[in-house]
């Protein structure tokens, strides 16, 4: 594996100070493609930043979003639920935020971005969050939701996503209205999206997570990531091929 590099990215939103963190080999100087990872509840902690590592040695700049701002870290459930439900309840906010770290994947000067090559991938809420930002017509080649949930207040929206769109599922997901489902499934064939939703037998939420244990309802299986990351890689390769 190559060894990767973790440097801060801090910006502002309308005055107020974010912070990122961005993931890529120092060693490889050509342009590599961009990845925006959008971290679950608990933003961007040690947790996200593995996984933005080991994404990163595949051959990409990772940049983890800062959703919530610089001084807002929550240490727990209760925490990370009061920082996340202002953003899922105004989509708005949630999106500019995304854009906000978006264009700072493009453009900040540590690792070299090919700005023709950008995706985004997200889990639980993170996986919202990729979605929403594909469904503001971001140039993205694709965007890929782990275990996040699938609903949107404006479903024509979909009709500006530019890439392809990944959706892997947890089948006894609780926390995933099973409602969702076929709703997700009509906005984007309504759209003419290029989707796939793939959904994992006995897989709940948090599948990806290796600190998730609550049996039944968030809990990390290690197979059903594996597959999961390895349909994204893929879905990477096809899009950036060109």
Not at 158 to 183: F, N, W
Request: charged residues 20%; glycine residues 10%; hydrophobic residues 45%.
């Amino acid at each position: 594996m190559s060894q990767i590099t973790v440097r801060s990215v801090a910006y502002q939103i309308d005055g107020q100070a974010y912070e990122g963190r961005l993931a890529f080999d120092a060693d490889h100087k050509s342009p590599r493609p961009g990845l925006l990872m959008a971290p679950n509840w608990m933003g961007v902690s040690a947790g996200a930043e593995e996984i933005a590592k080991s994404v990163a040695a595949k051959g990409y700049v990772v940049l983890i979003a800062d959703l919530y701002g610089q001084a807002v870290h929550p240490q727990n459930a209760d925490e990370a639920g009061a920082a996340m439900m202002p953003l899922k309840n105004d989509r708005g906010l949630l999106r500019q935020r995304m854009q906000a770290a978006f264009e700072q994947l493009q453009g900040q000067g540590e690792a070299a971005v090919d700005t023709s090559k950008l995706a985004t991938f997200g889990f639980c809420f993170g996986g919202c969050c990729s979605l929403e930002l594909a469904r503001t017509g971001a140039a993205l080649k694709a965007a890929v939701s782990f275990h996040g949930t699938l609903d949107t207040p404006n479903v024509s929206d979909a009709k500006t996503i530019k890439g392809s769109v990944l959706v892997l599922h947890g089948a006894s997901d609780p926390l995933v209205p099973k409602e969702q489902l076929p709703a997700f499934e009509e906005e984007m064939n309504a759209a003419g999206v290029d989707w796939q939703l793939l959904s994992y037998g006995g897989a709940v939420h948090s599948f990806t997570d290796p600190h998730a244990n609550v049996p039944g309802k968030m809990m990390y299986d290690a197979k059903t990531a594996r597959r999961a990351f390895t349909l994204m890689h893929n879905l990477l390769d096809e899009v950036f091929s060109g």
